[in-house]
């Protein structure tokens, strides 16, 4: 062939195959600038209309689905239903998005109320086929899918859904996936999931799902489940009342956990569902639980079980097992080789435990308030198995059923690994710690501050540097339990690294106290709470400059609380300046006289509070 004849050949193939490309980019990239809106009024829409504007707005969501099949709706368009009004069957995804360019559905129009999509014998309300990506949904409910409000099939990735309202379906949203084939990138924010028959959320096989701001309330199941998922994160979750519908044991959890590895959790409310508000089993690792409230579930308030690893710090679980129901209702609960760390948690007024170690489990349980078991004849920290545990600076009282139950017990399948129990004050039990005869362990008991109990050892000899003695707390009655300025827990602690308290105070030297304690720094506080010094500022100016000779000068005294807790019996002295003497009777608040001052004692100075008292004096001659 002639050799030009070649060249013209090859430009000619090159040409079409960049121009193939070209069709290639343009059908599949767009640009802001190519974005259209489409709208949906389901009352006086038409499926013929463009779509293109509120007056020519589609009518159906088959027409809908229709364009979402073909080449109509493109990367970077917004979907607009009209607010108020139902729109009957499923929203289907068969194309994805772009990273620069998602696809949008939202809403228009002026009522309050949300589009409906009502899914009333259709699989699901909004349906993501496998493998899709790039989407926002907000501003929409999704109500009686036969299956799910909402699914993302496998390999969907980056989703995201705001403002939602999803009820009366089997699963409210429901993140399906298999081993291999993750949903992967999702944001859920400001959704809620109520009054489904089974879940309100599950999550199986997902990866890096950020959820903030979720209600999950009355599902007949567990409200949230996760299963063989990673990089989960909760914050601002509300799920109570679940499980409603079960009749048996180990369903209907607020959260229920199965193989899942980082999951954060913070901010949250887990109440009154009818099994556990926190439910782990499988082997669940790296589990952060933060600031989070578990209160009158029926059975526990956090609950491990299956090789988990949970660290709780600032939680609390109060109240569960309240019902009669369940058959443990202990405030934290490990189980079958769980790892756990309570930390700066409160446990009040449970069934059973406050916290109950069992199966081989290991903890490590510090700056802890543990309080009043109802029927105040279970232990409050329960410890069981051949595992390893370390209870410090928790402070440990009975106050509704005192010289009842017991403090800390040791049961009878602890077998050679270390128990050490320190810093801890115990008060108000019929027996403060038991370790039963036949437990063989390496047992560590000292320093522990020991009040009100019938017996406060039993089964071994109280430690050399424990004491026993009155806490002195500021109000027992109402279970304020920081320590009084006298307190003996005070500068007599062994330093075991833990450098603040319950409440995230610096744990400091009080140096008005001898210090008594062991270690590195030898003047921790016993307990949960490190003394804290009152912080009191005081103002004192006078109402002029400069006076003459027998004239009166008004002082003003301003004294704040700046502590975030009431102070009681105050003393307030203020000098009487030199060159003048005290006007009788004109300090104000019972203020007395004594000698070059005056003096108020304060009976009660209300938290983040201020007290203005007032005295006279009158100018002498030099």
Known sequence: MNKNYKNIIFVLTSLLIVGLLILFYR?????????????????????????????????????????????????????LFKKGQTFNGSIIISLSGIASSPISFSSYGTSTDKPIINAAGFPSGIELREGKRYFNFQDLKVINAVEQGVILRQNSQSL??????????????????????????????NISSNNNSINGLKISYGENIIATNLVIDGNLSDGVFLKNSKQISFDNLTSNNNGKGETVGGKGSGILVDTVNDLSVSNSFLNQNKWDGF?????????NIFKVIAQANFNDGFSLAGNANVTFDK?????????????????????????????????????????ANTDHSKSTIFNNVLSSQVNGTKPSVYLVGDSEHSVYNNTIVNNSHAGEGIGVF????????????????????EKGITKEQQVNVEFLENFNLFYNNSINVEGFLLGQNSKIGDPLFVNMGILDLRLKSSSPGIDSAEDLGITYDYIGNTRQD?????????????????????????????????????LSVGEILTYNLIIKNENNYPLSNIIIEAPIPSGTIYEPGSASAGGVLEI???????????????????????????
Do not use: R
């Open 160 to 189: 995201s859904f705001k403002n939602m309202e999803i009820t009366n379906s089997k699963i409210g949203i429901n993140i399906d996936a298999n081993i291999g084939m993750s949903v992967i990138d999702i944001a859920l924010d």
């Open 27 to 79: 059908q599949n990239h767009y640009t802001a600038s190519t974005q259209s809106i489409y709208y949906m009024d389901s009352l006086n829409g038409n499926d013929l209309n463009l779509g293109t504007s509120s007056t020519q707005a589609w009518k159906s969501l088959a027409k809908l689905n229709s364009a979402l099949t073909g080449t109509l709706i493109k990367p970077g368009d917004v979907v």
């Open 510 to 546: 009080d140096p008005s106290i001898p210090n008594s304690g062991i270690g590195t720094i030898d003047y921790y506080d016993i307990g949960a709470f490190e003394f804290q010094p009152p912080k009191i500022i005081f103002g004192l100016s006078a109402d002029k400059p400069s």
């Open 410 to 429: 040791m049961y009878d399948g602890i077998i050679g690994p270390k128990v050490k129990i320190k810093n801890n004050i115990i008060y108000g039990f």
């Open 279 to 287: 439910y782990s089993y499988g082997i669940t690792t790296n589990v």
């Open 596 to 622: 070059d001052k005056v003096k108020w004692n304060i009976s009660s100075l209300n938290s983040i509070s201020q007290y203005n008292l007032q005295y006279k004096v009158k100018i002498l001659p030099y």
């Open 315 to 355: 939680c609390i679980a109060n109240s569960n097992g309240m019902d009669g129901l369940g058959s443990d209702g202990d405030g934290f609960t490990f189980h079958s080789n769980s790892v756990g760390t309570i930390k700066n948690s409160k446990a009040i007024n449970n069934k059973k435990a406050a916290i």
